[in-house]
């Protein structure tokens, strides 16, 4: 029997999706769940990478670029068809803030646990390129963004974004990026995708080249301290310090102000580095007496150096922060930093100063550096943990 074009069409059709799905090693499919963030939203089967290629010839470097390229926009396409409804574009970024509730009243209308609560975070310290290879001799001229996605609203959650124009150079020396981000507590379930397209500034525009596209589920089981994110290819290996922070408020560090008196210098004449420490705590009762006990911090959190090159001076005294958003667990502490750099770039004085984590509301302390007081606001608030019941409450 003769088949139609019709017919003759559906089975080319049919055999072109058996040959794609061959290839990539996934499939899609069509759920639903109960979270009101994805109800009545397909989703997309998911793996680490986004497809796993069969055992072959070593490619060159331009042809796993080209991959990683046709592998990304496999990812985006995939993305697209499950959450745009929903979510709006890929590039979209979060627009939730990490201020949410901080004008909430304790105990009279914090918001349903549906919509925030204190949960599991993902806590970001530092991103660093950790071998280049190929082409790429140090230091080399970096730009592009590193982001993360959860599942309170899906939408991108920068932690660095630069365009070319304002590309970061990095060094053998100093090879850790300048990060900007996350917004907002990242909300850390059982997964989060971390996104990274970065490029490296050529001389002209025509001669930027691809140092990395990837982007990755990262599904690690709650542990304690922290771990290290790895992405590589045949040009880079880059290296992402993370920590899961079981139970948490965030912090917004408002503003590190100086006022200094009259005729007085300024203490970061020379620069400054600001640096956070979140430190675990627990309240504990030993031979029947409440005592609180703190443990080390995994590791330090940068929010401003002026050595990188970073802008170090705004308005009215304040120095400006790249990054302001820290994960505090519920009965730990938020240890800040102050360094002031004297003129041949060595610490000319270094003050500390402590804070409680609270629900909402906003916390000061100051301190005084080379003379000059320093006022540091911390706001507080619960993390949002679906996008769609909190706009509900409203």
């Not at 071998?131 to 996605?149: K, N, Q, T």
């Not at 079981?246 to 009259?262: D, E, H, P, S």
């Not at 409440?290 to 120095?319: H, N």
């Amino acid at each position: 029997m003769e088949m139609d074009d019709g017919d003759a069409d559906k089975n080319i059709l049919r055999q072109l999706v058996k040959d794609l799905s061959d290839k990539f090693d996934m499939s899609m499919r069509s759920t639903y769940t109960t979270s009101a963030i994805e109800e009545h939203t397909p989703m997309v089967e998911e793996s680490d990478k986004w497809f796993i290629e069969p055992a072959e010839a070593k490619k060159t470097a331009d042809e796993e670029i080209a991959d990683e390229a046709k592998n990304f926009d496999l990812y985006r396409r995939n993305w697209e068809y499950a959450w745009s409804k929903t979510c709006g574009s890929f590039e979209h970024m979060t627009a939730l803030s990490s201020m949410q509730f901080t004008c909430y009243t304790p105990g009279l209308n914090f918001p349903r646990s549906a919509a925030a609560c204190t949960p599991a975070t993902l806590q970001i310290f530092s991103i660093k390129l950790a071998e280049i290879a190929g082409a790429f001799p140090w230091p080399l001229s970096v730009y592009g963004l590193v982001a993360v996605r959860d599942v309170v609203d899906r939408n991108r959650n920068f932690l660095f974004s630069c365009d070319r124009n304002n590309s970061q150079e990095l060094t053998q020396d100093d090879p850790f990026f300048r990060l900007v981000g996350p917004s907002r507590a990242i909300l850390y379930t059982d997964k989060v995708y971390f996104e990274i397209e970065l490029r490296v500034k050529g001389t002209e525009e025509s001669e930027d080249k691809a140092l990395i596209t990837e982007a990755r589920r990262y599904h690690e089981a709650f542990g304690v301290g922290m771990s290290t994110v790895c992405f590589k290819n045949c040009f880079c290996t880059l290296e992402l310090c993370v920590e899961v922070v079981r139970k948490t408020n965030q912090a917004t560090i408002l503003g590190v102000q100086v006022n200094k008196g009259r005729g007085q210098p300024c203490p970061f004449e020379y620069g400054a580095r600001v640096t956070c420490y979140p430190v675990p705590g627990k309240w504990m009762f030993p031979d029947n007496k409440l005592t609180y006990v703190t443990y080390p911090a995994s590791g330090e959190i940068v929010m401003v150096d002026s050595k990188d090159g970073a802008r170090l001076k705004g308005c009215d005294g304040y120095l400006h922060l790249p990054r302001n958003v820290i994960s505090v667990e519920t009965e730990g502490r938020l240890d800040v930093d102050i360094i002031a750099y004297s003129k041949s770039g060595e610490i000319a004085a270094q003050e500390f100063v402590c804070f409680q984590p609270k629900f909402s509301k906003i916390s000061r302390r100051k301190c005084y550096v080379r003379g000059s007081m320093v006022v540091i606001t911390v706001a507080w608030s619960l993390v949002a943990t679906d996008k769609r019941r909190f706009m509900a409450l409203g």
